[in-house]
C-alpha cells in the first residue's frame, strides 16, 4: 500500500571537491562529476491539535518511519525506529495519542501510540489489512478503511469501518466497491471517502455518520481524491488532476445546507497551477463576489441552491 502523499518533498545532498584554502590551487584540479550520498523522502504530515507540532513520515535506510518537530522546524524527534513501515499517522484531538500503520511481514495494522512514541499497540484486527486512520471529533473512535491495493495495480474491494479504541468494538459503515480515505466531518455528522467508479474513476463521496446515504460530490471523469474537511465544515478540499498538466492540485467544493456540492458553475474561469514543487502544484480556492449568481440544485434536492464562482487565490 503505496498511496500518493499529501505532501511530498525531497531533499539532496551534493558532493563536490572541498575548496582549498588558495584558490588557484582550487582551480588547479580536476573536475568531478556531482553525485547524490544522501537522499530523504518527506510526507504525510498530521498537525497538533493546538497546530505548533507536527508528525510526519521520514524514510531512513529503506524504512518510513515517524518523525516529530515543532512547525518552525525545531525539536526534531524520530519517533521510531523498529524495522518495518510506519504509515497514515493521525493525531487525535485531544493531542494523547496517534494512530498510524504498521507494516511488517505482510502486517498492515493499525496502531495506537502516544506523541512521544511509546506505548505502541495494536488497534484493528491482525488479519485483516487496514489503512488511512481519521479520529472522530470527541476521540472515541477512529475511521478507517481495508486495503485497496492488494494486487496492484488492479484495484480490489475496500469497506470502511469505525472502531471504539476502548472497547475495540467495529461497526462497517461503506461496502460494495472501493472506498478509501474516509474522514468525518467537524460535527461528526458526516463523513467524506474516496469510492473508484470503474477503474479509472475515482470520485469524492459524502454520506451520514452511518454510512447511508451516500452521494457523489465531484461527479467528474478527472481523477479526484484524498478528501479533507475545513474546520467549520462548509468545504471539501481535495486531490484533483482536472483541469491541469501537472500530477494534482488541490480544489474545493463548497457544502451546502443540505450536504451538496457547489462545484465552480459552468462559465467559471478554471483555476491556474498555484506555485510548483517538483512536479506537482497546490491550488487553493476562495469564493469570490458574484455579479450574476448561479442557481444550482444538489445531487438528491430538487431545491435550486444559490453558488458563487470560485477564483483562485494561489501563492
Known amino acids: 500500500m503505496k498511496p500518493i ?101 505482510g502486517l498492515e495494522q493499525i496502531h495506537l501510540m502516544k506523541p512521544d512514541g511509546t506505548g505502541a499497540e495494536p488497534l484493528t484486527p491482525a488479519d485483516v489489512k487496514t489503512i488511512h486512520p481519521s479520529w472522530s471529533r470527541d476521540g472515541r473512535r477512529v475511521l478507517y478503511c481495508t486495503d485497496d491495493d492488494l494486487a496492484p495495480p488492479r484495484k480490489n474491494s475496500s469497506e470502511i469501518y469505525s472502531i471504539d479504541i476502548t472497547t475495540h468494538s467495529i461497526a462497517k459503515l461503506i461496502s460494495d466497491g472501493v472506498n478509501t480515505y474516509p474522514v468525518w466531518s467537524p460535527d461528526g455528522k458526516m463523513m467524506a471517502f474516496r469510492r473508484m467508479l470503474g477503474e479509472t474513476n475515482s470520485e469524492v463521496f459524502v454520506a451520514d455518520a452511518d454510512g447511508s446515504n451516500p452521494r457523489n460530490i465531484t461527479n467528474n471523469p478527472s481523477f479526484d481524491g484524498w478528501p479533507a474537511w475545513s474546520p467549520d465544515g462548509s468545504m471539501v478540499a481535495f486531490a484533483s488532476n482536472r483541469g491541469t498538466r501537472i500530477i494534482r492540485s488541490t480544489r474545493c467544493v463548497r457544502m451546502a445546507a443540505t450536504y451538496g456540492s457547489l462545484p465552480p458553475p459552468k462559465g467559471a474561469p478554471l483555476p491556474r497551477n498555484g506555485r510548483p514543487m517538483g512536479r506537482r502544484s497546490i491550488s487553493r480556492f476562495a469564493p469570490s463576489q458574484p455579479s450574476a449568481p448561479t442557481v444550482r440544485s444538489t445531487p438528491q434536492s430538487s431545491t435550486p441552491i444559490k453558488s458563487t464562482p470560485f477564483i483562485n487565490v494561489s501563492e
Do not use: C
Open 5 to 105: 502523499r499529501s505532501l511530498f518533498l525531497y531533499f539532496s545532498i551534493i558532493a563536490a571537491p572541498p575548496l582549498l584554502l588558495n584558490p588557484a590551487s582550487a582551480q588547479d584540479r580536476p573536475r568531478t562529476v556531482a553525485y547524490q550520498f544522501s537522499h530523504a523522502a518527506i510526507m504525510d504530515p498530521t498537525l497538533s491539535p493546538d497546530g505548533k507540532e507536527m508528525i510526519y513520515i521520514m524514510v531512513i535506510a529503506g524504512k518510513e518511519q515517524l518523525m516529530r518537530r515543532a512547525v518552525d522546524g525545531s525539536s526534531v524527534r524520530q519517533l521510531t525506529s523498529d524495522d518495518a513501515d510506519h504509515e497514515d499517522p493521525a493525531w487525535s484531538p485531544d493531542g494523547r495519542r496517534v494512530a498510524f500503520v504498521l507494516m511488517k511481514n
